[in-house]
């Protein structure tokens, strides 16, 4: 079956643009999650979504990142005025939702992000 | 607070070389998991291992194999004869509990080189 997908893979910028990243989860998936990882680093946590509301978002860095999952499915991670310090890979992960066994995330290829 | 130390930040090693990346977590929790990932050139993070923490058992998987200690809190991988292919970013991640919801904490990751 079809893994998580996300688009675009890269996307160039300019300093104080805004950006959407996409995100399509495996189907059926009812939980979203968004890292972010920066050069030399591992990934780092950003928002989670379960269904359509973002039930822990305390990792976005600032009020700029916002992601939203309308339909429960595809979730877009959008950044307003973005800042160099903003390049980075996205990735996007997406898991089942089941109390009995352990939630496996499975993880996209992510967006390379570069602000200029 | 959890955490996940990979001391290593490169490790070179020639063909058919024995090869231990090191982890070692910090939690407070009981029940978490551990993971190791591998991020080729490609970028795309591939699941190598999940390991929960009532399981101390060690693990082999071809040419794989993982240490699990809990008296050390590391989690250490072990390629055997290694080869070029392996040549990849590889990290470990500890995530308390496994129902959904629950953010992977990363290390900065072992960039590993293998040459012919």
């Known amino acids: 079956g079809a893994g998580v997908s996300q688009t675009p893979s890269n996307k160039v910028t300019e300093k104080g643009k805004y950006v959407e990243l996409r995100c399509d989860p495996i189907s059926g998936h009812t939980a979203l999650y968004w890292y972010r990882q920066s050069l030399g680093q591992g990934p780092e946590f950003l928002i989670y979504f379960q269904g359509t509301g973002a039930a822990d978002d305390s990792g976005l860095p600032n009020d700029r990142f916002f992601a939203v999952r309308p339909e429960g499915s595809v979730s877009t991670l959008k950044i307003q005025r973005t800042e160099r310090g903003d390049s980075a890979v996205y990735l996007c992960?997406?898991?089942?939702?089941?109390?009995?066994?352990?939630?496996?995330?499975?993880f996209g290829p992510g967006t390379r992000l570069t602000v200029l | 607070a959890q955490k996940v130390t990979q001391a290593q930040t490169e490790i070179s090693v020639v063909e058919k070389e024995d090869v231990t990346l090191d982890c070692v977590y910090e939690?407070?929790?009981?029940?978490?998991?551990l993971f190791w990932y591998k991020q080729p050139p490609s970028g795309e993070l591939v699941f190598l291992i999940r390991?929960?923490?009532?399981?101390?058992q060690n693990e082999i998987s071809g040419r794989y194999s993982w240490n699990f200690q809990k008296s050390t809190s590391s989690f250490n991988f072990t390629i055997t004869a290694s080869q070029v292919v392996d040549s990849a970013v590889y990290f470990c991640a500890l995530s308390e509990e496994g129902q959904a919801g629950t953010a992977l904490i990363f290390g900065k990751g072992t960039t590993l080189s293998v040459s012919s």
């Open positions: 939690t407070r929790d009981t029940t978490y998991y």
């Open positions: 992960a997406s898991s089942f939702t089941d109390d009995l066994t352990y939630n496996e995330q499975f």
């Open positions: 390991r929960n923490s009532f399981d101390e």
